[in-house]
């Protein structure tokens, strides 16, 4: 079956230190998204992309960035940790065009000290 | 603004006890609302889309529907494995815009 699969599932690390998440869709979609969730927030989009070498910011894209060099992987990069950052992170993709479903990852859980 | 609500916060119900959860919206034009579900620890899980008002759709215990305003997820005789977080979220016809607008979500606990 199709997934999508987020690394590290979770992850500790210091104020200031550069991370990476990784997502990988075995989908074939051309949309793929980031986003954190915050108690008292929701949902809130960081960063996506709808295709390959196409990547757009979202709401919250601060101190973040993503590349896509193929159709199945997003990773989603903090250049400098921040405390701020703390959160579960899920990746996400879906087909191309509007009214499409987004299906999900198991999230990435990362805490930042 | 674009702007999803969804109520109760939370919610608590008996086995057996049906009730609805509330999602109203304010979007420039309603393109499909989504409504998962999420389990503690887990990632959203897909379970309707509706794209036009009057339009409903089941699965099991559940059902959704949806107006020019608001949907419904009617919950029928639920079971404790019910208990989740259930989402809504919307898409609109801005332009090439593939996002979604979110709600809070609705905590909902149903009780052997």
């Known amino acids: 079956d199709a997934e999508i699969t987020q690394s590290p599932r979770h992850k500790i690390t210091e104020t200031g230190r550069q991370v990476t998440l990784a997502c990988h869709q075995t989908?074939?979609?051309?949309?793929m998204f980031w986003y954190r969730q915050d108690l008292g927030h929701g949902l809130r989009l960081i960063h996506y992309?709808?295709?390959?070498?196409?990547?757009n910011k979202g709401e919250v894209s601060d101190g973040y960035s993503v590349s896509r060099s193929n159709t199945e992987d997003l990773p989603l990069t903090l250049e400098s940790a921040a405390s701020s950052q703390t959160s579960v992170y899920f990746c996400?993709?879906?087909?191309?065009?509007?009214?499409?479903?987004?299906?999900f990852g198991e999230g990435s859980w990362l805490t930042v000290v | 603004e674009d702007q999803v609500t969804q109520s109760p916060e939370a919610l608590r119900l008996q086995e057996g006890e049906s009730s609805s959860l509330n999602c109203s919206y304010t979007v420039s034009g309603l393109r499909g609302l989504f409504w998962y579900r999420q389990d503690p620890g887990k990632g959203p899980e897909f379970l309707f889309t509706?794209?036009?008002?009057?339009e409903e759709k089941e699965k099991e215990r559940l059902k959704a529907t949806l107006t020019k305003k608001e949907s419904f997820l009617h919950i029928t005789a639920p079971k404790p494995e019910d208990s989740a977080t259930y989402l809504c979220a919307v898409q609109a016809h801005a332009g090439n815009n593939r996002k979604l607008i979110w709600g809070l979500g609705t905590s909902l606990a149903v009780n052997p």
């Open positions: 992309s709808y295709g390959v070498q196409d990547t």
């Open positions: 989908w074939n979609h051309n949309n």
């Open positions: 996400a993709s879906s087909e191309g065009g509007l009214g499409n479903t987004i299906y």
């Open positions: 509706l794209y036009s008002a009057g």
